[in-house]
């Protein structure tokens, strides 16, 4: 394996401080197999990335000279010999990570929410950041540099002073300037898919939902907080109308991953979306959902919905149901839904979980 680049491993003191180490190269993993990333599966960190440390967590590199891998716990005593743990990337929307970061996850006290911790190296001919991943979506619409939030902050002083009793406009400008969700930033920016979420209930229990695990310590902790209300169908039409006749590339989602399931709020979202279309016929209005119950896709179909995205991780019953782990429902009812959603005419995506092998190696990783 030739390496035209020379990249050191990452670390960080616990204070936060990262740096590279001074003597061991980057290695990454493929599932729990430590392995050093060849230089064509590596590119430069995407701008609006950031980087994490991995607390208490000893990284792994490569040590050049032995010919092997190195659980480094301390660093040299020439750097100061201070602890160190390890660092990973957490990338920019349009990029998929190949490997994860090279630790020794054995020894990690702390369980981790659900973040994409991506292998992240320093190359010293370049003096920048490399990571192990690809670009998986050419739209530029997602980069990081088209959400300054000083233009935010105005769409929402706006939305806010027309609509103050809306409860829902209150969330999502929290959403957009607190955890810097792009979708809420687009509402207030008015241009192209913005967000309505809706349920705080879901019939499925998956066990990597990232707003809420019935006990903390099954998975892991929840990456964000759900939403605790139900809009009204009022709330969701002053939220959805204006974006709907005005905004570029017009969309509005009902699902969100700040929510359960919107197929729980079907009656109301029918209703919401009658009035919307019953105001305009501009732009689309999307449904993602798990699609457990086909009368309701047909219900909000002929309401005026325009697409649906079906979330799935196999089409197999016994890999779905382990996953999904659904509640008064069966994989049967999200095949019909899908049958049914076509059938009306509605435009159909499958929002589909997909496993790969990498590095030739057969362990399975999910992206």
Not at 141 to 169: C, I, K, M, S, T
Not at 249 to 270: H, K, L, R, Y
């Amino acid at each position: 394996m030739k390496h035209s680049k020379t990249i050191y491993m990452l670390v960080a003191t616990p204070d936060g401080e990262v740096f590279e180490h001074p003597e061991l190269l980057m290695a990454g993993m493929n599932g729990m197999t430590v392995c050093r990333p060849d230089i064509d599966e590596l590119i430069p960190l995407p701008e609006g990335s950031r980087l994490f440390t991995v607390p208490n967590t000893p990284p792994i590199g490569f040590d050049a000279q032995r010919g092997s891998f190195v659980t480094a716990t301390h660093l040299p005593r020439s750097w100061g010999g201070d602890k160190v743990e390890a660092v990973s990337a957490f990338m920019a929307p349009a990029y998929t990570r190949t490997l994860l970061p090279a630790a020794s996850y054995q020894k990690k006290r702390e369980i981790l929410p659900l973040w994409a911790y991506t292998a992240v190296g320093w190359c010293v001919e370049e003096e920048r950041f490399y990571v192990a991943a690809q670009q998986v979506d050419r739209n530029v619409q997602w980069q990081p540099e088209r959400f300054d939030d000083r233009e935010v902050a105005p769409g929402v002083d706006r939305y806010l002073a027309q609509y103050p009793e809306n409860r829902l406009l209150q969330q999502l400008s929290r959403c957009a300037l607190d955890y810097h969700c792009f979708a809420a930033k687009n509402l207030f920016l008015g241009r192209w898919e913005a967000p309505l979420p809706t349920s705080p209930v879901c019939n499925a229990s998956c066990l990597g939902c990232l707003s809420y695990q019935a006990e903390e310590n099954e998975c892991c902790p929840s990456s964000q907080e759900r939403l605790t209300f139900v809009p009204t169908a009022q709330e969701l039409c002053e939220t959805a109308i204006p974006h709907l006749e005005q905004a570029e590339n017009a969309i509005v989602s009902f699902g969100q991953g700040c929510e359960g399931d919107p197929i729980m709020q079907s009656d109301m979202i029918a209703q919401a979306v009658t009035q919307m279309r019953g105001k305009t016929s501009r732009g689309t209005i999307n449904f993602n959902s798990n699609a457990s119950m086909p009368d309701k896709v047909e219900m909000l179909a002929k309401a005026g919905l325009d697409s649906i995205r079906v979330s799935l991780n196999s089409l197999r019953e016994p890999f779905y149901s382990a996953y999904y782990r659904p509640r008064g429902y069966q994989f049967n009812d999200v095949l019909e839904s899908l049958k049914c959603a076509k059938d009306q005419g509605l435009f159909v995506m499958l929002n589909y979980l997909v496993f790969i092998k990498l590095c030739q190696v057969a362990t399975m990783v999910l992206v």
